[in-house]
């Protein structure tokens, strides 16, 4: 075997091991990002007040569970430096869509607040997002919860 023949197989040994090192460590954080939650084992309601609590940890005020059924599309009330926000909550096992956004886009005004909000511990699809640009609704993900909780 010549030198440049050798020196191929050496490239192409390392190349390959680099690679593997790479889609190993992908799938490693894929699933590390996937993990479950607490928050994912609970119930709507339940939920509701984990939210809640998480919202009185992080300087929210007059944090307050609006009823189960008939809430005019906020599941909580609350407010912060002087900002009142409407927020949804939505604890599902997949992606969450526009319906959401309507929902707290209606909350916020039937409840005279400045801010909408859908929280949830899921993401949102493409469709949900652009919605909620356009109707000026925050989203807040389980990413964004879980750094709310540390």
């Known amino acids: 075997m010549t030198d440049s023949l050798m020196k191929i197989y050496l490239v192409t040994g390392i190349v390959i091991a680099i690679l593997l090192i790479i889609a190993v460590t992908v799938f490693i954080i894929k699933k590390l990002m996937s993990r479950p939650l607490p928050m994912d084992e609970l119930e709507g309601h339940d939920f509701e007040y984990y939210c809640a609590d998480i919202l009185k940890k992080n300087g929210f005020l007059d944090v307050e569970v609006t009823k189960g059924s008939g809430d005019f599309g906020a599941d909580i009330l609350a407010e912060k430096d002087g900002v009142s926000y409407a927020i949804q909550c939505k ?60």
């Open 91 to 150: 604890c599902y096992d997949k992606p969450i869509g526009v319906k959401a956004i309507q929902e707290v886009y209606a909350g916020r005004d039937y409840y005279d607040c400045m801010v909408g909000v859908v929280m949830t511990n899921q993401y949102f699809t493409a469709p949900a997002v652009e919605l909620a640009k356009k109707l000026k609704i925050m989203l807040w993900d389980r990413g964004y919860i879980d750094n709310m909780e540390s």
